[in-house]
């Protein structure tokens, strides 16, 4: 099984900040790597697909790169509605998610 | 627009069987390359991939749950299902389903339900 490692567990952030999140597999994912955000009481939301492609109707603030085994997702100015919990997950070899960054007010 | 429901019986007991509907518009099970996808949640935790059922009626399980889970579809209906036997308390989450894109994304998602394994 592919297991994605993704840190901080937490990350506090003050509004306005340019922030990453990373996410390492165990072996190569190639850009098979996808990120969700998952605000609270609701299901997750598509951010960025493999690796670094955007998504219609998402914020240009996300961006995503990496290929292989190393994977960031960046905010480049923080907002308050971002405050949740990011997820990837890849999907070379079956499926297999992260166990989340949370992002929290400083 | 597409959109995405799970439906469930809410509350069963050890021992039993869940079964998971999900109903979905916006596209269809029968078109080259669609694929319906279960993943679940426990209160508090992460998310955790269950099954895929595509187009074609390929079938993928998660190997740590394989012997439990069953996925299917009825096309003409637009649904999809997912069994799971002999739940016990470490079942209680809410289920998604989530319709699969190119590379296994998960590009839409249901509002979930939440599934309690309570004697």
């Known amino acids: 099984d592919v297991v994605l490692t993704q840190s901080p567990a937490t990350l506090s952030v003050t509004p306005g900040e340019r922030i990453s999140l990373s996410c390492r597999a165990s072996?190569?994912?190639?850009?098979?790597l996808h990120w969700y955000q998952q605000k609270p009481n609701e299901s997750p939301r598509l951010l960025i697909k493999y690796a670094s492609q955007s998504i219609s109707g998402i914020p240009s603030r996300f961006s995503g790169s990496g290929s292989g085994t190393d994977f960031t997702l960046s905010i480049n100015g923080v907002e308050l509605e971002d405050l949740s919990i990011y997820y990837c997950?890849?999907?070379?070899?079956?499926?297999?998610f992260g166990s989340g960054t949370k992002l929290e007010i400083k | 627009q597409v959109t995405l429901k799970e439906s469930g019986p809410g509350i069963l007991q050890p021992s039993q069987t869940l079964s998971l509907t999900c109903t979905f518009s916006g596209f269809s099970l029968s078109t080259y390359g669609m694929g319906v996808g279960w993943i679940r949640q426990p209160s508090g935790k992460g998310l955790e991939w269950l099954a895929n059922i595509w187009w074609d009626d390929d079938k993928y399980y998660n190997p740590s749950l394989k012997n439990r889970l069953t996925i299917s579809k009825d096309t003409s209906n637009n649904q999809a299902f997912l069994k799971i036997t002999n739940v016990d308390t470490a079942d209680t989450a809410t289920y998604y389903c989530?319709?699969?894109?190119?590379?296994?994304?998960?590009?839409?998602w249901g509002q979930g339900v939440m599934v309690t394994v309570s004697s």
């Open positions: 989530a319709r699969i894109g190119g590379g296994e994304t998960l590009d839409y």
């Open positions: 997950q890849q999907g070379n070899s079956l499926l297999t």
């Open positions: 072996e190569s994912v190639d850009t098979y």
